[in-house]
């Protein structure tokens, strides 16, 4: 590995951040603070959820096309942090 490890562990970081912040600007803090309009689920079962969803996805090697599944996973286990520190 010709590159520092720090660098490119500062890199995805930053893209990950990015996304997140990306997506919350775009679906508003859904995944924090969910309408519950169909589900009375906690934020934090629903993040487990939706990283079920994925970790099935991946599994089945059924990805859409476009998406990172690993990418979006580590963001949903990012959330799932953020979920549990705000309930507790």
Same mark, same amino acid.
Do not use: H, W
């Given at each position: 590995?010709?590159? /520092?490890?720090? &660098?490119?562990? &500062?890199?995805?970081? /930053?893209?990950? *951040?990015?996304?997140?912040?990306? $997506? %919350?600007?775009?679906?508003? %803090?859904?995944?924090?603070?969910?309408? !519950?309009?169909?589900?009375?689920?906690?934020?934090?079962?629903?993040?487990?959820?939706?990283? /079920?969803? *994925?970790?099935? !996805?991946?599994? !089945?090697?059924?990805?859409?096309?476009?998406?990172?599944?690993?990418?979006?996973?580590?963001?949903?286990?990012?959330?799932?942090?953020?979920? !549990? $520190?705000?309930?507790?």
């Amino acid at each position: 590995m010709t590159e /520092d490890p720090r &660098a490119l562990i &500062a890199e995805q970081c /930053d893209e990950i *951040k990015a996304m997140l912040l990306e $997506k %919350n600007a775009s679906y508003g %803090n859904s995944a924090l603070e969910p309408l !519950r309009i169909m589900s009375r689920a906690s934020a934090v079962e629903q993040i487990l959820v939706r990283i /079920d969803d *994925k970790l099935a !996805r991946l599994s !089945r090697g059924s990805e859409y096309a476009g998406e990172d599944t690993i990418r979006d996973l580590t963001g949903y286990f990012i959330l799932l942090l953020i979920a !549990r $520190k705000v309930g507790e």
